[in-house]
């Protein structure tokens, strides 16, 4: 009698947590590669909104120099009209160092293109949403509008985290 007990208690047990992994798995739709960006280095090209060569450049220059830092195994670059928002991830080892890395980083960036207007984070969650920017900017019907405010909406929320 007892072990027919104990066997509906844990089948009990098992239905409840399939009816969890399945209301969890419910969420927000992710992209693909968003998705991936949990798992592993997804290293995106640098996205510009507009389509001008020179930005393009730029933004390819300042992908190279923040992945120069040995430090650094992911970087996502966005440069939209007036802002360039720069997000890195740090290897695991390096998570104590972030501060300095990040000082460095704005440090060096700063140098090379005083022009420019820079954001930089380590954050996951920015990382995240600049990926799943870079997956809406490669529908058609996404305009340029709506990426430049989603690109302040991320910096915003940068700017809220510190």
């Given amino acids: ?8 208690f844990l089948m009990f047990k098992m239905i409840v ?12 739709k992710m992209e693909q590669e968003s998705r991936m960006a949990l798992i592993k280095t997804t290293n995106p090209p ?12 730029v933004a390819e220059k300042v992908k190279k120099d923040v992945m120069s830092y040995k430090e650094i ?7 939209g009209k007036e802002d360039i928002l720069v997000v890195y ?9 972030m501060k300095k890395i990040e000082k460095d980083i704005n440090k060096l960036l700063e140098k090379k293109y005083p022009d420019e207007n820079f954001t930089v984070s380590s954050d ?24 430049e405010d989603r690109l ?11």
């Fill in 1 to 8: 009698m007892r072990t027919r007990r104990k066997l509906k």
């Fill in 17 to 28: 947590a399939l009816c969890l992994l399945a209301a969890g798995c419910q969420g927000e």
């Fill in 46 to 57: 640098p996205q510009v909104i507009g389509s001008k060569q020179k930005d393009k450049d």
């Fill in 73 to 79: 195994y992911d970087v996502a670059v966005v440069k």
């Fill in 89 to 97: 991830r740090v290897k695991h080892l390096q998570r104590f160092r």
């Fill in 124 to 147: 996951y969650k920015i990382f995240l949403e600049a990926v799943q920017l870079k997956e809406k900017m490669k529908d058609p019907d996404y305009s340029e509008k709506d990426a």
């Fill in 152 to 162: 302040k909406r991320i910096i915003s929320l940068k700017k809220e985290l510190t």
